[in-house]
């Protein structure tokens, strides 16, 4: 009977260390299988597309179709953009090895681009926000294994790159990359004359996923209980 009581108190215990809550575990920036209306959502920040990307990107209700075939603005190449607010801002620390930009996309058959650039944009005060930019390769992305000819791209958050002042801020505040994320876009390389062709599923940062107490509560109590029972055996 003891012994059935401590194997069952185990089952408990190691049900609760792989059902720790990851609600705080990453931030969804698109989903578009979820039915995420990029342009449109209800509720939360609109997205918007600029310079080469207006007018070449279609949301087709379950993912973000990008053609950028023509320099629209005859000036930078085949450059532009498209992006949304974050909604709270987000918390997270891009140093830490679990931290990182993953999407699901795939590339499609007139790209030309060897990648594309993630500007992510961290905001200090309500006058200063700095974006870092960082550089993704298309040859860095694993095939997923659901058969939708879809791939993940894992990308560190390297924010040694080039950086800048955000759109509308009147400084970079701080100058240290320590994100509250208040925006994130996709872009393609500036000056660049390859035409990107690719199509977007679902973008997110992942953040290594923390224990609520009540979790931490539970399994302490549970590691307590095999213990005192493991001793009277």
């Known amino acids: 009977m003891m012994k059935k009581l401590t194997l069952t108190a185990i089952a408990l215990l190691l049900a609760v260390a792989q059902s720790v809550s990851t609600a705080d575990a990453g931030v969804v920036l698109y989903d578009g299988v979820a039915g995420d209306d990029f342009f449109n959502p209800d509720p939360g920040p609109a997205g918007f597309a600029f ?5 070449q990107v279609t949301d ?15 000036s930078n190449g085949l450059f532009g953009g498209l992006g949304r607010d974050v909604g709270p801002i987000a918390d997270f620390d891009h140093t830490d090895p679990g931290t990182f930009f993953r999407m699901e996309y795939r590339v499609l058959g007139n790209n030309a681009a060897t990648g594309f650039n993630i500007l992510l944009s961290d905001i200090d005060d309500a006058d200063s926000a700095q974006d870092f930019q960082i550089t993704a390769s298309n040859s860095s992305a694993i095939a997923l294994s659901d058969g939708s000819g879809y791939s993940e791209l894992s990308v560190p958050i390297d924010v040694t790159g080039f950086s800048q002042t955000s759109f509308g801020f009147a400084d970079i505040g701080d100058g240290v990359a320590n994100f509250g994320l208040r925006q994130w876009q996709i872009q393609s390389p500036f000056g660049g004359t390859d035409r990107l062709n690719i199509e977007i599923r679902r973008a997110e940062i992942v953040t290594a996923a923390i224990p609520e107490p009540g979790s931490f509560a539970l399994i302490a109590a549970l590691t307590g209980a095999v213990v005192t029972r493991r001793r009277r055996k």
Not at 60 to 74: E, H, K, V
């Open 60 to 74: 087709t209700g379950s993912s973000l179709l990008i053609d950028i075939a023509n320099d629209t603005t005859m």
């Open 51 to 55: 310079d080469d990307f207006s007018g």
